[in-house]
């Protein structure tokens, strides 16, 4: 029989450090977007990807006491986690969530070098200073509110990751109606792909698949600015720009 407190331990640190991973992410792409981002996949401010990344350092590589091979196992690790992770969502959402094509020393754009060391280095002081904090802090709860705590952190989650997943699920059916919609336009306007009448049809095409895109649609559309359809690479493209295009309209 699994030991339900470590169990409920586990979860408890799994769901603390996605939401420093999430402060994390969002501090990094704020500053590289120089405006403020809200990342991440769930609703919620937490970024699981680092919570199970940081729960696989503390408790497969804890043990470790030099720095130099903690370093090493730990971005390995990671990257590993980072890798299947990616593939798994593209097998799932038919879509490319990320990529690091324009980094040097990348492997299929899914994982990359300087991401290695941010990870080695982050989980270096994770394991070696952080963890240690958290375990004083989780030993202060009580056993009862400790087993409310996680339930209540269980059942937020999995919700979360109910309403995200089903609200995403239909996005590649809508980028095919789009380009169906597009491609009849280009049919029957012949060599006048380019007239004003073309043009302006095609924009209609746009604002009717915006004003389709459910609110988890719209919200990842703004989290991963990275995101790409496997089967509309270049079509996912042009939807957030004439989107963000036009919401930076309104905005003005």
Same mark, same amino acid.
């Given at each position: 029989?699994? *030991?339900?407190?470590?169990?409920?331990?586990?979860?408890?640190?799994?769901?603390?450090?996605?939401?420093?991973?999430?402060?994390?992410?969002?501090?990094?792409?704020?500053?590289?977007?120089?405006?403020?981002?809200?990342?991440?996949?769930?609703?919620?401010?937490?970024?699981?990807?680092?919570?199970?990344?940081?729960?696989? *350092?503390?408790?497969?590589?804890?043990?470790?006491?030099?720095?130099?091979?903690?370093?090493?196992?730990?971005?390995?690790?990671? !990257?590993?986690?980072?890798?299947?992770?990616?593939?798994?969502?593209?097998?799932?959402?038919?879509?490319?969530?990320? *990529?690091?094509?324009?980094?040097?020393?990348?492997?299929?754009?899914?994982? !990359?070098?300087?991401?290695?060391?941010?990870?080695?280095?982050?989980?270096?002081?994770?394991?070696?200073?952080? $963890?240690?904090?958290?375990? @004083?802090?989780?030993?202060?709860?009580?056993?009862?509110?400790? $087993?409310?705590?996680?339930?209540?952190?269980?059942?937020?989650?999995?919700?979360?990751?109910?309403?995200?997943? @089903?609200?995403?699920?239909?996005?590649?059916?809508?980028?095919?109606?789009? @380009?169906?919609?597009?491609?009849?336009?280009?049919?029957?306007?012949?060599?006048?792909?380019?007239?004003?009448?073309?043009?302006?049809?095609?924009?209609?095409?746009?604002?009717?698949?915006?004003? @389709?895109?459910? $609110?988890?649609?719209?919200?990842?559309?703004?989290?991963?600015?990275?995101?790409?359809?496997?089967?509309?690479?270049?079509?996912? *493209?042009?939807?957030?720009?004439?989107?963000?295009?036009?919401?930076?309209?309104?905005?003005?």
């Amino acid at each position: 029989m699994p *030991d339900i407190n470590l169990i409920e331990r586990y979860f408890f640190w799994l769901v603390l450090y996605s939401i420093i991973g999430w402060v994390y992410e969002c501090i990094v792409e704020s500053i590289r977007q120089k405006k403020i981002v809200n990342r991440g996949f769930l609703n919620g401010p937490y970024c699981p990807i680092y919570g199970f990344g940081s729960l696989l *350092d503390v408790v497969v590589l804890g043990w470790i006491e030099n720095p130099f091979v903690l370093f090493i196992m730990s971005a390995v690790l990671t !990257c590993t986690l980072e890798y299947i992770t990616s593939v798994v969502m593209e097998k799932l959402f038919n879509a490319r969530w990320w *990529d690091y094509y324009d980094f040097k020393f990348n492997i299929n754009g899914r994982v !990359c070098l300087l991401g290695a060391l941010a990870f080695g280095t982050l989980s270096l002081i994770l394991v070696k200073f952080i $963890h240690p904090f958290i375990v @004083s802090f989780t030993d202060k709860f009580s056993p009862p509110l400790f $087993h409310v705590v996680t339930i209540g952190l269980f059942i937020i989650v999995t919700l979360d990751v109910i309403v995200t997943i @089903s609200g995403f699920l239909g996005f590649d059916n809508k980028l095919k109606e789009l @380009s169906v919609a597009i491609d009849q336009i280009k049919t029957n306007i012949d060599s006048r792909v380019n007239s004003s009448s073309a043009v302006e049809r095609i924009s209609t095409a746009y604002t009717r698949f915006s004003k @389709s895109l459910n $609110h988890q649609q719209m919200r990842l559309l703004k989290s991963f600015p990275r995101l790409q359809s496997i089967k509309y690479k270049s079509l996912t *493209d042009e939807v957030k720009k004439f989107i963000f295009k036009d919401t930076s309209k309104k905005e003005k």
